[in-house]
């Protein structure tokens, strides 16, 4: 896997000590969307504290670049045993990206 770049909106989540690039790409936010709903919404959760884990695991889940053979149960176990301080990071980059834009 290659290093997250911030300057494409990326950010990084370490799994096994590998990095897992997440990316905010339109594709991935419309699927993450069709499962979550509206992602406005999903922000407004987040910055109440509401945010469930399994809408964690399922934006990290979209947002992943390359899954290899990553699957979603191995994702939502790893999101576990990172905890959600180590989380926290890259999910506020993806919340910041998903409202303020790429660019």
């Known amino acids: 896997m290659s290093a997250a ?3 494409r909106g990326e950010a990084a989540l370490m799994i096994a000590d590998q990095e ?3 990316r905010p790409s339109f594709n991935a936010l419309v699927a993450a969307e069709e499962e979550l709903g509206p992602l406005f919404a999903l922000v407004e959760r987040a910055a109440r504290g509401d945010l469930r884990l399994v809408e964690l695991a399922a934006l990290f889940w979209h947002c992943a670049v390359a899954r290899d053979d990553l ?3 191995k994702l939502g176990e790893a999101v576990l045993a990172a905890g959600l301080a180590a989380c926290a990071a ?3 980059l993806l919340l910041r990206q998903i409202l303020r834009g790429i660019g």
């Open 5 to 7: 770049n911030p300057y």
């Open 20 to 22: 897992l690039v997440l």
């Open 71 to 73: 699957t979603r149960e």
């Open 90 to 92: 890259p999910l506020r």
